[in-house]
């Protein structure tokens, strides 16, 4: 494959990008292997012009089914703890950093997630949002840099070119280890208060 593939692929269209048209090529995407296995790619859920940007590792299993992202236990517990925080669902939006799921949940290679940021780019070029939320230690590596560990920043902002960006933990992290819970629900409290500042 022509390493150029990638960025023609994720960039196609931009100047005149739609959601109709992003969907379009995420769901035709052949750039790596996760295509071969999956059931369905998953885009997103939620408000399309949210001003808080969710991004997760990959899809799961039920993701994979469903074609959307964060629906099996982790998800739940997410839903559980945005409910319970009281998010209004036009505040938030839903992505990973690839769109497919890798095999047995493993976490996406640098490869698979080089060749599929090109498309959450764009998803964040169309909801312009204000905050982005990186659950847990890959989405971390990939949007904020790989020179820290998610133990010693989680929950502190970070702000680039306009975006404050939180990480925090994975939801699946707290289903191993209850003692994480309320530092993520911290955490989420903290995003809460900084998305009102724009409503």
């Known amino acids: 494959m022509d390493p150029n593939d990638a960025d023609n692929a994720g960039n196609a269209g931009v100047e005149s990008d739609s959601w109709h048209i992003l969907t379009g090529d995420i769901n035709g995407c052949r750039l790596c292997g996760l295509c071969e296995a999956r059931t369905n790619a998953v885009v997103g859920r939620g408000c399309q012009s949210a ?58 290679t640098d490869d698979e997630a080089a060749l599929c940021l090109p498309y959450l780019r764009r998803q964040t070029r169309l909801i312009s949002p204000k ?38 933990f994975h939801p699946a992290a707290l289903l191993r280890d209850d003692n994480k819970k309320p530092l993520m629900w911290r955490d989420l409290k903290a995003v809460r208060r900084k998305a009102e500042e724009y409503r």
């Open 51 to 108: 001003n808080v940007l969710f991004i997760g590792e990959g899809p799961g299993e039920d993701e994979d089914l469903q074609g959307l992202p964060f629906v099996g236990r982790a998800g739940k517990l997410l839903d559980f703890a945005l409910g319970g925080l009281m998010y209004p669902e036009d505040l938030y939006y839903i992505a990973n950093i690839v769109k497919c799921r890798p095999p047995k949940n493993r976490a996406p």
């Open 131 to 168: 905050i982005i939320v990186c659950l847990g230690a890959v989405a971390m590596r990939h949007i904020i840099g790989r020179e820290h560990k998610i133990t010693q920043i989680r929950g502190e902002w970070i702000e680039r070119k306009g975006l404050y960006i939180m990480p925090t």
